[in-house]
């Protein structure tokens, strides 16, 4: 299992070339040689597809461009966490796949740590900060939903995925 703070680094080794907001995670992707294809499943978000020397995200191409975004993310997150592990059903092709009802948070480890590592590309915690500094926002004030809404939009993510960052970094 891998610690929060690896799975920080890594995420931030992969952005430090181009932190500009949104995070390009299409272009970090095809940087890493895997595709991106649109996928028509009901029920599936992403999924995440090896074969011997290729691997292939797909997203559903019906959900919101936050939520493809986070998708693709963390499918990211489990290629590059747990390709050589014993994670795949398949030794000749190798899927793992995102229910579209993931909303509520895994107990499994592998899909925390992919979740985790599609919060750290997305919304890095400096640039987080950063971004914070710059809304100069007055943590007293009621409207803070207001101040969300604008962060994820800026950061390409649902006001949800933003609240939950917020939350985890211990930044409300």
Known sequence: MASRKYIQQLANSLIEKNPKLPI????????????????????ISG??????????????????????????????GHFMLHRGGNLFIDKDFKTM???????????????????????CILMPEHLVKEEMTKMQIDYADDSKTSWIEQ?????????????????RLGLQ
């Open 24 to 43: 390009a995670i299409d272009k970090i992707i095809k940087n890493q040689g895997l595709k991106l294809v649109p996928y028509d499943e009901k029920g």
């Open 47 to 76: 999924i995440l597809m090896i074969e011997q020397n290729s691997a292939t995200i797909g997203y559903a191409k019906n959900e919101s461009l936050q939520r493809q975004r986070f998708t693709k993310a963390h499918e990211l």
């Open 97 to 119: 796949y995102r229910p579209a009802s993931s909303n509520a948070p895994s107990t499994e480890w592998q899909e925390w740590e992919a979740n985790e590592f599609a919060a």
């Open 151 to 167: 962060l994820a939009k800026k950061f390409g993510v649902s006001v949800s995925a933003m609240s939950i960052r917020i939350s």
